[in-house]
């Protein structure tokens, strides 16, 4: 599919006319609408947004633009990530439109207990595997589980749905993007129980330094968003400080979860410069090393951009 036929709703278009432009979004994921920040100063090597919704929003934008002011700062690239069957539709379309992206491919765990409900669960999950097997998608994510929104009666197909998720990554050799709400416990027995596949990602990692350790030992990756810039995220600074290097991402969460101190406005890729560079100053990493490494790292997980 080209890149005119992509349906992209959320769209920043240049870096000259982010300022100006403003995004609203039905999602309650931490954005308010208002102007894009300034771009932040290009990093000194090209690094890759780990987790981003290009579908989410309605700015009327094109996707190669969006790219394009990512890549004016550094951003050399990004996962385009999935969270029902109309996003994962959207994203197999994307990477075919832009080689900038990868693709990652799922249902949310919010949404679980409905089609559950629905008695649909089965054929999205038989749909979700299918979109898997495009070569540019390369992670089944975001899956996982969340107690902040979904009560005891939806548990039992979180659970259910997690574990085919997991089954799907593993027989696909995919990585694993897990979405962890309220929930670190169960997603650490479920994982146990049915076996981690050989890549795994705690997106927006929202654990504390024991989480770390845990994922140090197992080899997990975590993803660092702009929360871990936010004044009172101590439990994540801590984390980060204890994280294997070799095992951190960076991302930005888009349109959700703008760093500080923008937090109010709409994110967008190329705002991980600023998420890049407070990591670097937490670690005490030269930055140019940093981004190095987030680069590396990124391409562990995920294979190379190119191929």
């Known amino acids: 599919m080209c890149s005119e036929e992509v349906p992209l709703p959320y769209r920043p278009v240049s870096l000259a006319e982010l300022a100006a432009k403003s995004l609203s979004s039905s999602n309650d994921g931490g954005n308010r609408p208002g102007p894009f920040a300034a771009a932040p100063p290009a990093l000194p090597v090209p690094v890759y947004d780990n987790h981003t919704h290009f579908d989410f929003g ?4 094109a996707l190669a633009d969006a790219l394009d002011a990512a890549e004016a700062v550094g951003v050399g690239g990004a996962v385009q990530v999935g ?3 109309p996003s994962s539709r959207f994203t197999v379309a994307a990477v075919e439109a832009d080689k900038r992206l990868l693709g990652a491919v799922a249902i949310h765990p919010n949404d679980a207990p409905g089609l559950a ?6 054929d999205a999950l038989a749909e979700i595997d299918a979109l898997a097997a495009h070569p540019r998608i390369r992670a089944i994510g975001e899956t996982g589980l969340d107690y902040f929104r979904t009560g005891e009666d939806g548990m039992a197909a ?5 574990r085919e998720h997991l089954e799907i990554a593993k027989s696909r050799n995919l990585a694993l993007q897990i979405h ?3 929930a670190h416990a169960d997603v650490l027995s479920i994982l146990q129980q049915s076996g981690a596949p050989e890549r795994l990602v705690f997106h927006c990692f929202s654990g504390d330094a024991e989480l770390a350790k845990i994922c140090n030992d197992n080899g997990w990756y975590m993803s660092f968003s702009g929360t871990v810039t936010f004044k009172n995220a101590k439990n994540l600074r801590e984390a980060l400080a204890v ?19 923008f937090r109010g406005r709409p994110n967008a890729s190329y705002m991980l410069p600023y998420t ?3 990591m670097s100053q937490l670690l005490e990493r030269e930055l140019a090393g940093m981004c190095q490494l987030l680069r590396k790292n990124t391409e562990a997980v995920y294979g190379s951009w190119a191929g």
Not at 58 to 61: A, K
């Open 83 to 85: 969270c029902d069957l």
């Open 158 to 162: 979180q659970h259910h749905s997690f």
């Open 117 to 122: 409900e629905e008695g649909t669960l089965a």
């Open 180 to 182: 962890c709400r309220d």
């Open 243 to 261: 994280a294997d290097p070799a095992l951190i991402l960076a991302e930005t969460d888009a349109p959700f979860l703008t760093p500080h101190p």
């Open 58 to 61: 309605d700015s009327p934008v």
């Open 276 to 278: 890049v560079q407070n």
